[in-house]
Protein backbone atom coordinates (compact mmCIF):
# COMPACT_ATOMS: atom_id res chain seq x y z
CA UNK A 1 0.00 0.00 0.00
CA UNK A 2 1.50 3.33 -0.99
CA UNK A 3 2.27 5.81 2.10
CA UNK A 4 0.09 8.92 2.13
CA UNK A 5 0.71 12.23 2.78
CA UNK A 6 -0.52 14.29 6.12
CA UNK A 7 -1.01 17.76 5.99
CA UNK A 8 -1.37 18.72 9.60
CA UNK A 9 -3.75 22.03 10.23
CA UNK A 10 -1.87 25.42 9.65
CA UNK A 11 0.08 27.10 10.64
CA UNK A 12 2.49 25.46 8.32
CA UNK A 13 5.86 26.99 8.36
CA UNK A 14 8.48 25.51 5.97
CA UNK A 15 11.47 25.41 7.16
CA UNK A 16 13.44 23.67 10.06
CA UNK A 17 11.56 26.16 13.12
CA UNK A 18 8.42 25.01 14.40
CA UNK A 19 5.48 26.32 15.69
CA UNK A 20 6.79 26.25 19.66
CA UNK A 21 9.84 28.02 17.95
CA UNK A 22 8.11 30.82 16.91
CA UNK A 23 5.45 31.15 19.61
CA UNK A 24 9.25 31.21 22.16
CA UNK A 25 10.38 34.09 19.47
CA UNK A 26 6.96 35.90 20.09
CA UNK A 27 7.64 35.57 23.79
CA UNK A 28 11.14 37.28 24.26
CA UNK A 29 10.03 39.40 22.12
CA UNK A 30 7.61 40.83 24.32
CA UNK A 31 10.05 40.71 27.28
CA UNK A 32 10.96 44.23 26.97
CA UNK A 33 7.24 45.98 26.88
CA UNK A 34 6.57 43.32 30.36
CA UNK A 35 9.50 44.53 31.67
CA UNK A 36 7.83 48.33 31.33
CA UNK A 37 4.68 47.17 32.50
CA UNK A 38 6.12 45.80 35.84
CA UNK A 39 7.96 48.97 36.54
CA UNK A 40 5.08 51.13 35.73
CA UNK A 41 2.16 48.88 37.54
CA UNK A 42 3.77 47.08 39.44
CA UNK A 43 2.28 44.03 41.72
CA UNK A 44 -1.18 44.56 39.40
CA UNK A 45 1.03 43.82 36.31
CA UNK A 46 2.43 40.81 38.23
CA UNK A 47 -1.18 39.42 39.19
CA UNK A 48 -2.90 40.39 35.90
CA UNK A 49 -0.24 38.12 33.51
CA UNK A 50 0.16 35.32 35.65
CA UNK A 51 -4.07 35.17 36.35
CA UNK A 52 -4.85 35.21 32.35
CA UNK A 53 -1.88 32.75 31.18
CA UNK A 54 -2.29 30.03 33.84
CA UNK A 55 -6.13 30.66 33.09
CA UNK A 56 -5.57 30.19 29.33
CA UNK A 57 -3.32 26.96 29.40
CA UNK A 58 -5.60 25.40 32.09
CA UNK A 59 -8.59 26.07 29.81
CA UNK A 60 -7.23 24.61 26.58
CA UNK A 61 -6.22 21.33 28.96
CA UNK A 62 -9.37 20.61 30.38
CA UNK A 63 -11.07 21.19 26.80
CA UNK A 64 -8.80 19.10 25.24
CA UNK A 65 -8.59 16.19 27.47
CA UNK A 66 -12.34 16.40 29.02
CA UNK A 67 -14.04 17.66 26.15
CA UNK A 68 -12.64 17.14 23.00
CA UNK A 69 -10.95 13.93 24.32
CA UNK A 70 -7.50 14.36 22.32
CA UNK A 71 -3.91 14.61 23.05
CA UNK A 72 -3.12 18.22 24.86
CA UNK A 73 -1.18 21.14 22.45
CA UNK A 74 -0.68 23.17 25.65
CA UNK A 75 3.28 22.74 25.53
CA UNK A 76 3.38 24.59 21.55
CA UNK A 77 3.10 27.51 23.64
CA UNK A 78 0.40 28.82 22.04
CA UNK A 79 -2.14 28.79 24.35
CA UNK A 80 0.79 30.77 26.72
CA UNK A 81 1.23 33.46 23.89
CA UNK A 82 -2.86 34.04 24.26
CA UNK A 83 -2.78 34.48 27.80
CA UNK A 84 0.16 36.91 27.58
CA UNK A 85 -1.28 38.62 24.89
CA UNK A 86 -4.60 39.18 26.39
CA UNK A 87 -2.97 40.34 29.51
CA UNK A 88 -1.01 42.99 27.73
CA UNK A 89 -5.03 44.37 26.68
CA UNK A 90 -6.03 44.87 30.04
CA UNK A 91 -5.64 47.47 33.17
CA UNK A 92 -3.44 46.42 35.84
CA UNK A 93 -6.34 47.02 38.19
CA UNK A 94 -8.34 44.14 36.66
CA UNK A 95 -10.07 42.01 39.50
CA UNK A 96 -9.01 37.92 38.84
CA UNK A 97 -12.11 36.93 38.43
CA UNK A 98 -13.16 38.96 35.04
CA UNK A 99 -9.49 37.80 34.18
CA UNK A 100 -10.34 34.45 33.80
CA UNK A 101 -13.81 34.61 32.39
CA UNK A 102 -11.76 36.51 29.63
CA UNK A 103 -9.48 33.60 29.14
CA UNK A 104 -12.20 31.23 29.21
CA UNK A 105 -13.82 32.85 26.17
CA UNK A 106 -10.24 33.72 24.08
CA UNK A 107 -9.72 30.08 24.35
CA UNK A 108 -13.25 28.70 24.70
CA UNK A 109 -14.61 30.51 22.23
CA UNK A 110 -11.92 32.11 20.23
CA UNK A 111 -9.99 29.37 19.78
CA UNK A 112 -11.20 25.90 20.39
CA UNK A 113 -14.65 26.01 19.51
CA UNK A 114 -12.98 26.11 15.88
CA UNK A 115 -10.88 23.09 16.35
CA UNK A 116 -7.90 24.60 18.11
CA UNK A 117 -4.68 25.82 16.63
CA UNK A 118 -4.95 26.94 12.92
CA UNK A 119 -8.95 26.76 12.59
CA UNK A 120 -9.49 29.61 14.54
CA UNK A 121 -10.66 32.42 12.49
CA UNK A 122 -9.77 34.89 14.97
CA UNK A 123 -7.31 35.92 17.02
CA UNK A 124 -7.79 34.56 20.30
CA UNK A 125 -6.92 37.27 23.14
CA UNK A 126 -8.63 40.20 20.84
CA UNK A 127 -11.42 37.81 21.15
CA UNK A 128 -11.19 37.86 25.08
CA UNK A 129 -10.29 41.70 24.96
CA UNK A 130 -13.53 42.45 23.06
CA UNK A 131 -15.64 40.60 25.34
CA UNK A 132 -14.43 42.14 28.71
CA UNK A 133 -14.59 45.77 26.97
CA UNK A 134 -18.16 45.11 25.82
CA UNK A 135 -19.02 43.31 29.10
CA UNK A 136 -17.00 45.41 31.71
CA UNK A 137 -16.85 48.79 30.16
CA UNK A 138 -16.29 50.83 33.26
CA UNK A 139 -13.64 48.18 34.82
CA UNK A 140 -11.73 47.83 31.29
CA UNK A 141 -11.15 51.32 31.17
CA UNK A 142 -10.23 51.81 34.52
CA UNK A 143 -6.44 52.67 34.16
CA UNK A 144 -4.45 53.22 36.44
CA UNK A 145 -1.76 56.21 37.13
CA UNK A 146 1.76 54.75 36.49
CA UNK A 147 4.05 54.14 39.99
CA UNK A 148 0.58 54.76 41.70
CA UNK A 149 0.65 51.32 42.55
CA UNK A 150 0.54 49.64 46.23
CA UNK A 151 0.10 46.28 47.59
CA UNK A 152 -3.95 46.14 46.84
CA UNK A 153 -3.58 46.49 43.26
CA UNK A 154 -7.15 46.97 42.40
CA UNK A 155 -7.21 50.31 44.72
CA UNK A 156 -4.76 51.92 42.15
CA UNK A 157 -5.18 55.43 41.44
CA UNK A 158 -6.79 56.25 38.24
CA UNK A 159 -5.97 58.58 35.72
CA UNK A 160 -7.20 59.40 31.72
CA UNK A 161 -4.76 57.82 29.10
CA UNK A 162 -3.20 59.98 25.53
CA UNK A 163 -6.26 58.17 23.96
CA UNK A 164 -8.98 59.75 26.10
CA UNK A 165 -7.54 63.11 25.89
CA UNK A 166 -7.97 62.76 22.54
CA UNK A 167 -11.18 61.78 22.07
CA UNK A 168 -12.29 64.54 24.33
CA UNK A 169 -9.97 66.97 21.86
CA UNK A 170 -7.88 68.62 25.52
CA UNK A 171 -4.89 68.52 22.94
CA UNK A 172 -1.81 66.89 23.01
CA UNK A 173 -1.21 67.26 26.55
CA UNK A 174 1.76 64.37 27.29
CA UNK A 175 5.47 65.13 26.18
CA UNK A 176 6.52 62.70 23.08
CA UNK A 177 8.98 60.93 26.15
CA UNK A 178 6.93 60.11 28.62
CA UNK A 179 4.75 58.46 25.66
CA UNK A 180 7.58 57.08 24.34
CA UNK A 181 8.92 56.07 27.35
CA UNK A 182 5.92 54.39 28.83
CA UNK A 183 4.68 56.79 32.01
CA UNK A 184 1.42 57.18 30.65
CA UNK A 185 -2.20 55.32 31.56
CA UNK A 186 -3.36 52.38 29.51
CA UNK A 187 -3.08 48.52 29.21
CA UNK A 188 0.00 46.88 30.13
CA UNK A 189 1.37 46.26 26.91
CA UNK A 190 0.47 48.90 25.13
CA UNK A 191 2.51 51.67 27.40
CA UNK A 192 5.83 50.83 26.40
CA UNK A 193 6.30 52.48 22.53
CA UNK A 194 10.17 51.52 22.94
CA UNK A 195 9.87 48.14 24.41
CA UNK A 196 7.22 47.13 21.75
CA UNK A 197 9.74 48.44 19.11
CA UNK A 198 12.78 46.68 20.76
CA UNK A 199 10.78 43.41 20.29
CA UNK A 200 9.37 44.20 16.34
CA UNK A 201 13.37 44.70 15.53
CA UNK A 202 13.47 41.02 17.21
CA UNK A 203 10.94 39.15 14.95
CA UNK A 204 12.55 40.83 12.24
CA UNK A 205 15.89 39.80 12.80
CA UNK A 206 14.83 36.38 13.56
CA UNK A 207 12.37 36.37 10.31
CA UNK A 208 9.61 35.30 12.84
CA UNK A 209 7.54 37.79 11.11
CA UNK A 210 7.94 40.40 7.92
CA UNK A 211 7.70 43.77 7.58
CA UNK A 212 4.65 44.07 5.40
CA UNK A 213 1.28 43.57 7.80
CA UNK A 214 3.07 46.16 10.86
CA UNK A 215 4.39 48.79 8.38
CA UNK A 216 1.14 48.95 6.17
CA UNK A 217 -0.48 48.92 9.31
CA UNK A 218 1.35 51.69 11.22
CA UNK A 219 1.94 53.59 7.88
CA UNK A 220 -1.61 53.83 6.90
CA UNK A 221 -2.89 54.69 10.56
CA UNK A 222 -0.04 57.49 9.75
CA UNK A 223 -1.29 59.04 6.56
CA UNK A 224 -4.93 59.06 7.19
CA UNK A 225 -4.17 60.96 11.27
CA UNK A 226 -2.08 63.25 9.02
CA UNK A 227 -4.68 64.17 6.72
CA UNK A 228 -6.93 64.58 9.60
CA UNK A 229 -4.47 66.59 11.38
CA UNK A 230 -3.96 68.92 8.13
CA UNK A 231 -7.46 69.62 8.02
CA UNK A 232 -7.92 70.73 11.60
CA UNK A 233 -4.38 70.94 13.83
CA UNK A 234 -6.35 71.56 16.86
CA UNK A 235 -9.31 69.30 16.78
CA UNK A 236 -7.19 66.01 15.57
CA UNK A 237 -4.63 64.96 16.88
CA UNK A 238 -0.69 64.46 14.90
CA UNK A 239 -0.16 61.54 13.55
CA UNK A 240 2.90 60.63 15.81
CA UNK A 241 0.46 60.90 19.26
CA UNK A 242 -2.00 58.25 17.02
CA UNK A 243 0.62 56.04 16.40
CA UNK A 244 3.09 56.27 20.18
CA UNK A 245 -0.29 55.58 22.19
CA UNK A 246 -3.02 53.12 22.82
CA UNK A 247 -2.43 49.43 21.40
CA UNK A 248 -1.40 50.56 17.80
CA UNK A 249 2.20 49.48 18.44
CA UNK A 250 1.06 46.27 19.98
CA UNK A 251 -2.00 45.80 17.59
CA UNK A 252 0.22 46.10 14.56
CA UNK A 253 3.38 43.90 15.40
CA UNK A 254 2.31 41.55 17.63
CA UNK A 255 -1.71 40.48 16.92
CA UNK A 256 -2.44 41.42 13.62
CA UNK A 257 0.63 39.57 11.96
CA UNK A 258 -0.74 36.14 13.54
CA UNK A 259 0.02 33.30 11.24
CA UNK A 260 -3.65 31.76 11.42
CA UNK A 261 -5.60 34.84 10.90
CA UNK A 262 -3.53 37.05 8.43
CA UNK A 263 -3.05 36.73 4.85
CA UNK A 264 -0.85 34.38 3.25
CA UNK A 265 0.82 36.35 0.67
CA UNK A 266 2.35 39.89 0.70
CA UNK A 267 0.29 41.82 -1.25
CA UNK A 268 -2.62 40.17 0.98
CA UNK A 269 -0.57 41.26 3.96
CA UNK A 270 -0.14 44.67 2.85
CA UNK A 271 -3.91 45.42 1.89
CA UNK A 272 -4.87 43.70 5.32
CA UNK A 273 -2.93 45.97 7.13
CA UNK A 274 -4.20 49.08 4.96
CA UNK A 275 -7.44 48.14 6.08
CA UNK A 276 -6.81 47.58 10.16
CA UNK A 277 -4.74 50.97 9.87
CA UNK A 278 -7.49 53.02 8.31
CA UNK A 279 -10.07 51.41 10.23
CA UNK A 280 -8.50 52.06 13.56
CA UNK A 281 -8.33 55.65 12.90
CA UNK A 282 -11.55 55.90 11.73
CA UNK A 283 -13.08 54.27 14.69
CA UNK A 284 -10.73 56.17 17.47
CA UNK A 285 -11.93 59.59 15.74
CA UNK A 286 -15.34 59.52 14.93
CA UNK A 287 -16.23 55.91 17.20
CA UNK A 288 -17.36 55.64 20.47
CA UNK A 289 -14.33 54.20 21.75
CA UNK A 290 -11.10 56.27 22.30
CA UNK A 291 -9.14 52.65 21.02
CA UNK A 292 -10.28 51.02 17.80
CA UNK A 293 -7.35 48.71 16.93
CA UNK A 294 -9.05 45.46 18.11
CA UNK A 295 -12.21 46.24 16.69
CA UNK A 296 -10.17 46.94 13.01
CA UNK A 297 -7.98 43.73 13.12
CA UNK A 298 -10.77 41.43 14.36
CA UNK A 299 -12.89 43.16 11.42
CA UNK A 300 -10.08 42.41 9.05
CA UNK A 301 -9.56 38.76 10.11
CA UNK A 302 -13.04 38.33 9.35
CA UNK A 303 -11.57 39.73 5.70
CA UNK A 304 -8.54 37.44 5.77
CA UNK A 305 -10.33 33.80 3.62
CA UNK A 306 -11.66 36.46 0.83
CA UNK A 307 -8.19 38.07 0.39
CA UNK A 308 -6.57 34.90 0.27
CA UNK A 309 -8.80 33.70 -2.26
CA UNK A 310 -7.73 37.20 -4.40
CA UNK A 311 -4.31 36.70 -3.78
CA UNK A 312 -3.84 33.40 -4.33
CA UNK A 313 -0.21 32.29 -3.83
CA UNK A 314 1.49 30.26 -6.84
CA UNK A 315 1.37 26.61 -6.92
CA UNK A 316 4.07 25.27 -5.76
CA UNK A 317 5.68 23.95 -9.71
CA UNK A 318 3.29 25.65 -11.76
CA UNK A 319 3.20 27.78 -14.20
CA UNK A 320 3.80 31.31 -13.55
CA UNK A 321 1.12 33.80 -15.16
Not at 107 to 113: A, E, L, N, Q, T
Not at 189 to 196: D, F, N, P, Q, Y
Request: aromatic share 10%.
Amino acid sequence: MAKKFIISSSPHIHSGDSVRKKMVDVLIALTPAFGVSLYYFGLGALIVTMVAVLSCVLTEHVIQKYILKKETTIFDGSALLTGLLLAFNLPSNLPVPMIILGSIVAIGVGKMSFGGLGNNPFNPALVGRVFLLLSFPVQMTSWPRPRAWNIDYLDAETAATPLSMIKEHTGDVLPLAEVFLGNTGGSLGEVSAIGLLIGFAYLLFRKTITWHIPVSVLGSAFVFAAILHMTDTQYYASPIIHLLTGGLLLGAIYMATDYVTSPMTYPGMILYGIGIGILTIVIRVFGSYPEGISFAILTMNAFTPLINTFYKPERFGGEKK
